[in-house]
């Protein structure tokens, strides 16, 4: 079992810069890949990024963030964390990690553990 604990939203302007932490219990962190994802009101969860277990390799494949959101881990901490520039309006929404005990992945199914989620606003 893995429980997972995001923090870091809240309420910024446009421009502004956030990192989002996922804070996981166990000591099985360093076994699991994670992923974030968000969810706006009235859209499907998006896949943001992916890291493997060690670090090694990261993926992103949402255009709409790509250059400006970034995933990283410390798993001495077991902690994820996504480091987010240049916010933008549209990237209001819930934040959540997740984690999968199988190689990263972008599908939200494929994924055994989430968090509750950490709302990030950004103003105009």
């Known amino acids: 079992q893995v429980q997972l604990v995001e923090s870091g939203g809240g309420l910024v302007q446009a421009g502004d810069s956030l990192r989002l932490s996922c804070a996981a219990s166990g000591r099985t962190f360093s076994s699991y890949a994670m992923g974030w994802f968000r969810q706006a009101p009235g859209k499907e969860r998006e896949f943001l990024a992916v890291i493997s277990h060690n670090g090694g390799h990261t993926y992103s494949s949402a255009d709409s963030v790509k250059g400006r959101f970034s995933i990283s881990r410390d798993n001495a901490k077991n902690t994820v964390y996504l480091q987010m520039n240049s916010l933008k309006p549209e990237d209001t929404a819930v934040y959540y990690c997740?984690?999968?005990?199988?190689?990263?992945?972008?599908?939200?199914?494929?994924?055994?553990?989430w968090g509750q989620g950490t709302q990030v606003t950004v103003s105009a």
């Open positions: 997740a984690a999968r005990i199988l190689g990263p992945t972008m599908y939200p199914g494929g994924y055994d553990y």
